[in-house]
DNA sequence: CTGTTAGCGCATTCAG
DNA sequence: CTGAATGCGCTAACAG
C-alpha cells in the first residue's frame, strides 16, 4: 500500500506536506502542490479512509436504513440518496429491515462501529424511537425520511403531506358519491399509517360521513396476501358493504386489487379504489390507479441534503421538517360516479 | 467515545483481554469473559471499525456496483447481496454507475480507499476491464455479476446462460414459425448483448435461416425510448418486416411494446416478443411477456456468498465460474402460430 | 508556506 | 490464560 510517507519520500517534503495536498487546504506552493500530485498519480495513491476517519472522527459514509428497496418506492428513495450523496463525495451503505426492529437495531449498531458519518432513517414503527434516539449521545446527525418517530424534536425529517393528500383522496371520492369508504391500512405504530388514517377519518368527519370501526382494516406495508381482509369486506350485506377502498400503500393497493379480481370484483364498477403510492408502469400506457404519489427520489436526495448540511455543520441548530407534497393522479380505478 | 481502555480499566485487566473477549478469541477465561461481557454491555461499547480495519487491514464492508438500482433487474441483485453480506456481518456499499465508465472509475477509487473487504461488480462495458484488473495488484476480491470482462482469467463470476437461453428464445420463435427475427439488443461492448446475440445468431445458423445485418439493431439497456428503431424496423417493405422481435433486456422489450403500441402494431399478432429479463408484475394476474427470466436474486446473494469465501480465504485459488440457469416463461407476447 | 510531534482505537507480536 | 509494547496511516496542533 502506498501511504503518504511513500510519497513524501519521494517528493522531498514532510507527509504533513502531502497530506495538505491531498486535503486541498490552502497555504501550499503551487510548485510543492503539481509535483506532490505529479507523485500521488505517478505512485497511483489512495488516501487510507479508515486512518482519516480514525484520526479526524470524520468519515465519508452514509447510512441509509429503510424498510425494503425491493419497494419501488424506497427504490427510487435509494437512488435518490446516493446521487446526492456522490456528489458530495459520501458513499451509501444500504440496510434493509423489513419492518423488524432487531434488524434495525443491529443497523444502528453497525452504523455507529462503522463510524457513518450520519444516517437517513425511516423507522420500522414506533418501537424504533428509543434507539433511534439513543444515536443523539453519539452525536451522529440522522434525518428521519418518509416515517417519522413520535414526540421528535430532535432530528430533521422530510416527511410526505400524509393528511392532507389523504383528505383530496377521499374527498374526490367523496365527490364521486361514495359514502361506505374502507380503509385497508398499514399497522397504525407507523407514522404514515397513523396520520393517513387520521385525514381519512377527518375528511369523513368534515363532510358529515359516520365513521364505521367495521370499515377499518389494518394489515401492513409489504407486499402481501390481504384475501383475507378482501372476503371480509365482501362478506358484508350488499347495502353494507364499502364502495370505494382506501389503500394506504402500493403494495396494499396493488394487493387489494389482485384479491378483488380473483372474487370478480371489477375495480372501479363494483368498487373503487384509491391509493397512497403506486408502482412504475412500464408496460401500461394508461395509469390504472388513483393516487397520491409522493416524490420518492426527494425523499432520498433532499434528504441527504438535509443530512450533509448537518455533517457538514452548516445548517441551523433547529431541527427541520420539510414536508413533501403529493402529486395527485384520479385514474381509473376510482372514475365511476355512483 | 467508549474504548477497550475504559473497558479494560473498570473490569481491571488489560486492554488486549478486552480485545480478545471482543473478537472472541479462545484462551479466555470463562470469569473474566463474563465480567467484561458486563461492562461491554454496561457502558454500551461498539467497535470502532476503522481502528480495526486500519491495524488489521481487514473491513467489514463491501462495495456493489451495479449498473442502476432502479433497474429492477439490479434492485433484486442488491437485495440478494444485501442479504448474505448482513449474514456473515458486512455492510454493503451501494454503487449505481449508469454505465458510465468515469463513475465506476471514481467508485473503484473510493472503494480502494474505503478499504473494502471486497466488491461485487456488474461491469458497465468493455471499457471497465483495465480499471477491475488493476484491482489484482491492490489484493481486493472481486466476484464479476451479470456481465464479465474480456479474457477473465482471474475474478470469480456469476452470469447468466446467455447463449443456451437465447437459443431457447429464439426456438421457441422458430417453432412459432417465425424465420424473419430482429433483436434488439445493447451495446456489444457488453457481455451479455454481446452473448445473447451471439446466441441468437448461432441458432438462426443451425436452423438453416439466414442472418441478415438489416435486422441487428443496437442500443442501450436503459430504459429510454426506442420507437426510431421500431420505426425503422416499421419501414420495411411489408415482405422483409420481422415478425418478431429478441429484445435483450427488460427495458428494451418494454420500450418496444410501448413504441409498437404508439404506431397501432399489435403484439402477438402482428409482431411477437421475446425478452430477456422482465420487470415485476404487481398487477397483471396474467404475465404477457415471453422470457428468459434470470434468478437475479441469486446473481447478488450467490456473487457475495463467493466473495466473502474468497475475503475469509476458504476458497480455492482458481476462479470459479457460476452459471446461473434463466427460467423460460412463454407467455402471450409469442403466444400466435404464423 | 512547511515540518515535527503526538495520538486516534485497535490487533499483532512477543513475553510471561 | 493474560499483559506490554508497538505501529497501522493519517491529521490536529503547534512550531518555525
Redesign the interface.
Known amino acids: ?1 502506498v501511504t503518504i510517507y511513500d510519497i513524501a519520500k519521494k517528493a522531498n517534503v514532510s507527509p504533513m506536506t502531502v497530506s495538505r495536498v491531498i486535503n486541498k487546504s490552502a497555504n501550499i506552493s503551487d510548485k510543492t502542490r503539481e509535483k506532490v500530485e505529479a507523485i500521488i498519480k505517478e505512485l497511483n495513491y ?6 482519516r ?2 484520526v479526524s472522527k470524520k ?3 452514509i447510512t ?1 436504513i429503510i424498510t ?3 419497494n419501488p418506492f424506497f ?2 428513495v ?2 435518490g440518496a ?2 446526492k450523496a ?1 456528489q458530495a463525495g459520501y ?6 429491515t423489513d419492518e423488524n426492529n432487531e ?1 434495525e437495531s ?1 443497523y444502528i ?2 452504523l ?4 457513518s458519518a450520519g444516517a437517513l432513517i425511516a423507522p420500522a414503527n414506533d418501537n424504533s424511537t428509543r434507539k433511534i434516539k439513543s444515536l443523539i449521545k ?1 452525536d451522529i446527525p440522522i434525518v428521519l425520511i418518509d416515517r417519522t418517530i413520535k414526540n421528535n424534536t430532535v432530528f430533521d425529517q422530510v416527511v410526505s403531506d400524509n393528511d392532507t393528500s389523504s383528505r383530496k383522496l377521499i374527498e374526490h371520492l367523496i365527490e364521486k358519491g361514495h359514502r361506505k369508504i374502507a380503509i385497508i391500512n398499514g399497522p397504525l405504530t407507523i407514522s404514515t399509517a397513523r396520520e393517513r388514517q387520521e385525514g381519512y377519518l377527518s375528511t369523513l368527519k368534515l363532510h358529515g360521513i359516520e365513521k364505521h370501526e367495521k370499515y377499518l382494516f389494518e394489515s401492513n406495508f409489504q ?1 402481501n396476501d390481504i384475501s383475507k381482509i378482501v372476503s371480509k369486506i365482501l362478506k358484508f350485506p350488499i347495502e353494507e358493504r364499502p364502495t370505494a377502498i382506501f389503500a394506504t400503500n ?2 396494499l393497493a ?1 394487493s387489494t ?2 384479491a378483488l ?2 372474487k370478480n370484483i371489477k375495480v372501479p364498477d363494483d368498487i373503487a379504489i384509491i391509493s397512497y403510492d403506486d ?1 412504475p ?5 394508461e395509469p ?1 390507479l388513483s393516487v397520491a404519489r409522493q416524490p420518492a427520489y426527494n425523499f432520498g436526495y433532499i434528504g441527504m441534503q438535509l443530512l450533509i448540511e448537518r455533517i457538514e455543520e452548516v445548517a441551523p441548530k433547529e431541527p427541520r421538517k420539510i414536508v413533501l407534497p403529493s402529486e395527485l393522479y384520479f385514474n381509473s380505478s376510482s372514475d365511476k360516479n355512483l
Open positions: 500500500m489512495h488516501p487510507n479512509n479508515s486512518a476517519t480514525l468519515s465519508k459514509t441509509l425494503d428497496v425491493t427504490t427510487i435509494a437512488r446516493e446521487d456522490l458513499q451509501l451503505i444500504l440496510c434493509n434488524k443491529k449498531d453497525m455507529i462501529s462503522t463510524g453519539y407486499y402500493n403494495f396493488l386489487i389482485k379480481k380473483k408502482v408502469s412500464y408496460t401500461e400506457d390504472f
